[in-house]
């Protein structure tokens, strides 16, 4: 019995011995070019010996392979290691092993490309940590300052989404008359005439630039009729003198009523300054004051409401900052109000200035051109220094219509 298991292990044995001969021989004889970038042109070779290999493996894993097959093993799978000392070759055809030391072969195996590693950059290890350590500091940085404006924005659409809450509240309650509101009387008559008196000088801005428009369509008809008897009284010579004397009064009418539109338009426009810019600009005031008012009103009746609650730690809390809200608004309410009753001053001061002028310029004007006087009418612009524009001033240059 121990003969036969004697016999089998030799045949196994034997037969491990032939394939790794045969193989040895293949490796021996095959040629494997390798080009500058280490790849193998012989496919078909390779993945042929790639299968003995496995053959090779999967018999000695059933009965199990002596020590010159695990270094025939060790080469076949990782290929051969250039850094050992030795290597193991095999005759064609032959079964003779042997070890070649590395010292009798002359010139590399495998050619190496000095100029791909003299253009290859080898980074610096510290100077890499920095980058990355800056890289990561910087996108941190931007985060943060983004988390940062993100917060911000949120903080303030609170604070606004809360304020308009209460304001809203505030003007319902109002509206409805449960709510109190803060009135000042006097103020609030100056603010009622001031409102009505802007009322009254845009109608009067209106009907002045109504006058305008007919009057300049007036000038501009006895300019037309002016030409036409000029003209009919150079081809008329029976009628000449009676054309001629229409013609000079018609071009003296036109020409009075071009002094008396300068003076016009300057009172429409003063008049629009004041009504436009100067009323307008104490109504913004005003409307802003209005508006501190009721933020005030909603802000104290937050106030009110909690103080009317219990007092336990939270509560409390709530009122403290309730209160510094409230004492925020009224300073803000007390301080609009100042501004607007200052306004409100100097624009009835500037409204009683500025009207005593244009009145005085549109009376002397007016009664100066009716009652044909075209010297007091000019003198009239003088005095109130009024420039009137040449004919054609208006109209733009040729350059321009170009």
Same mark, same amino acid.
């Given at each position: 019995?121990?003969?036969?298991?004697?016999?089998?292990?030799?045949?196994?044995?034997?037969?491990?011995?032939?394939?790794?001969?045969s193989m040895?021989?293949?490796?021996?004889?095959?040629?494997?070019?390798?080009?500058?970038n280490g790849d193998s042109r012989n496919l078909a070779e390779d993945d042929s010996l790639e299968q003995d290999a496995k053959i090779q493996w999967s018999l000695r894993e059933k009965v199990g392979s002596p020590p010159g097959l695990r270094d025939l093993q060790q080469v076949m799978v990782s290929g051969p290691n250039l850094n050992e000392t030795s290597i193991v070759s095999g005759g064609y055809g032959g079964t003779t092993e042997g070890i070649i030391p590395t010292s009798s072969i002359k010139g590399p195996a495998v050619?190496?490309?000095?100029?791909f590693l003299g253009n290859r950059r080898i980074p610096n290890e510290g100077q890499g940590s920095n980058m990355h350590h800056g890289g990561s500091n910087s996108s941190m940085t931007a985060e943060e300052a983004t988390r940062g404006v993100a917060v911000e924005k949120f903080d303030i659409v609170k604070k606004w989404g809360l304020n308009t809450y209460k304001c809203t509240k505030q003007m319902i309650s109002e509206r409805f008359g449960r709510g109190s509101r803060t009135v000042d009387l006097e103020l609030e008559a100056q603010i009622e005439v001031l409102r009505e008196t802007k009322r009254k000088y845009e109608n009067v801005l209106h009907l002045a630039r109504a006058l305008t428009n007919h009057f300049y369509s007036m000038v501009q008809t006895q300019h037309a009729l002016g030409d036409t008897f000029a003209d009919l009284s150079q081809k008329s010579p029976e009628l000449r003198d009676e054309f001629g004397y229409n013609a000079e009064t018609q071009k003296l009418l036109c020409k009075n009523g071009e002094t008396l539109l300068g003076a016009i338009?300057?009172? /429409?426009?003063?008049?629009?300054? @004041?009504?436009?810019?100067t009323m307008e600009d104490t109504l913004m005031t005003i409307k802003m004051y209005e508006?501190?008012?009721?933020?005030?009103?909603a802000y104290r009746a937050d106030l009110e409401e909690l103080n009317m609650g219990p007092r336990d730690a939270v509560t409390m809390a709530r009122i403290e900052a309730a209160q510094q809200q409230y004492q925020i608004h009224k300073d803000k309410y007390e301080r609009l109000r100042s501004d607007v009753s200052i306004k409100l001053k100097f624009l009835e001061e500037n409204k009683?200035? /500025?009207?005593?002028?244009?009145? @005085?310029?549109?009376?002397?004007a007016i009664s100066a051109y009716f009652a044909g006087n075209q010297q007091q009418l000019e003198q009239t612009l003088k005095q109130f220094n009024i420039k009137l524009k040449p004919p054609g001033a208006d109209k733009p240059s040729w350059l321009e219509e170009q």
């Open positions: 019995m121990a003969d036969s298991m004697m016999s089998n292990s030799h045949s196994l044995f034997q037969l491990h011995s032939s394939m790794a001969d040895m021989s293949k490796a021996a004889t095959m040629e494997i070019p390798i080009s500058s050619r190496l490309n000095t100029d338009n300057f009172f /429409v426009s003063s008049i629009n300054t @004041l009504v436009n810019k508006n501190a008012r009721l933020e005030f009103d009683v200035k /500025v009207m005593h002028k244009q009145l @005085l310029l549109f009376h002397n």
